[in-house]
């Protein structure tokens, strides 16, 4: 069996315990023998994916107990693989939530890099430049290109330690790696979001006496 | 006569004195008897001003000594009125530099508010909601209007803290005055750079004995 995350710019597969990143055009040019156990929050592909007959949507088998209204099946997911610590699923957004005691406090939604990209143009030609990862922090910029990676990011970090203060912090999503390299405390687990779904199924396996 | 400062969204215009703002289209329509000092960093409508021959375009008499490379004239303006402190100008992007004793040691640029919104927008339809100035910034977001305008508010106000520590921090442009309101070394100045428009054309006349 394969389990999947779909998310708006790309898809999460676990195939035989290895992931595969596919963006959604590519994902969605794959068939699969195999039964597909999946989460989705791409409100366009949704409907696509019900029809398929061997893919089987988990989400109405997470159950999840917080205040917060609203939230992905996708963060949800990543909040229920932690149980005391800051969350960040750092994809087309970057979602940070604060589990404490196994109890979801709350949460907030930056702007993912490419959609700091995408704000950035929206204002001129002058700022239609990527952001550079590698640009240092502890130096003032010099340069336009400078000036909106180091916002950007040093406006994420701040607000992500600000956070998190001495807790654990745990990074997913295709920026995961990157963001966590800005923290002593940080733990980055690529599989989080898919580790609570092979967990969904294992509970709702046994469930069925199956 | 009229000094007028046109960004990529408003056109800032000092007339008797007063300060007026018009949209770009507003200010397009506007016909002036008068003599109209301006700076202008759109460069969609940077030719149309050209060939009006009451506009008379200030950039090229004001100097700026910097390492920093490719700053708009609005920004050069806005530094120029400050000798010591940070100095943010809160508009389409809100830029944020740093002078020392006169000299200017760089900055950044973070989107402005409208464009935290395109950004947001382009990565879901569940993410196209306007930020909302009033979201406290002490309590963690339940739903996803807070969460967005938290996350983007509050890393704004953590990367400016960031850079004053307990220096002043001289605010312009139009979300500059409800950014001050975050901070008690804020002073917020509408006419930083329309001062420095008039300062330019004075210096100027003088040094033509006119």
Tied chains: 1, 2.
Excluded: W
């Excluded at 969350?87 to 957004?93: C, F, K, L, N, T």
């Excluded at 993912?112 to 030609?125: E, F, R």
């Excluded at 952001?131 to 336009?144: A, E, R, S």
Aim: aromatic share 10%; glycine share 6%; proline share 1%.
């Amino acid at each position: 069996m394969i389990f999947c995350d779909i998310g708006n710019t790309n898809a999460h597969l676990l195939i035989k315990e290895r992931l595969h990143v596919k963006s959604i055009k590519e994902f969605l040019k794959l068939s699969f023998d195999e039964k597909v156990y999946y989460i989705c929050v791409n409100d366009n592909i949704k409907s696509l994916l019900h029809v398929r007959k061997n893919f089987f949507d988990l989400e109405p088998y997470i159950t999840f107990d917080t205040k917060y209204r609203g939230m992905g099946i996708d963060r949800i997911c990543a909040c229920k693989a932690v149980n005391d610590g800051i969350v960040v699923d750092a994809g087309s957004a970057i979602t940070v939530d604060i589990m404490k005691n196994k109890k979801h406090m709350g949460g907030y939604i930056l702007p993912g890099l490419t959609a700091y990209n995408t704000a950035y143009s929206s204002i001129s030609t002058r700022l239609q430049l990527d952001i550079d990862k590698d640009v240092k922090l502890d130096k003032i910029p010099k340069n336009t290109k400078e000036a909106i990676s180091y916002a950007a990011i040093k406006s994420i970090k701040l607000i992500i330690k600000n956070s998190a203060k001495n807790r654990k912090i745990y990074f997913s999503g295709g920026d995961g790696e990157y963001l966590a390299g800005f923290f002593k405390n940080a733990i980055y687990d690529k599989m989080l979001v898919l580790k609570v779904l092979q967990k969904t199924f294992d509970v709702l396996k046994a469930s069925q006496g199956d």
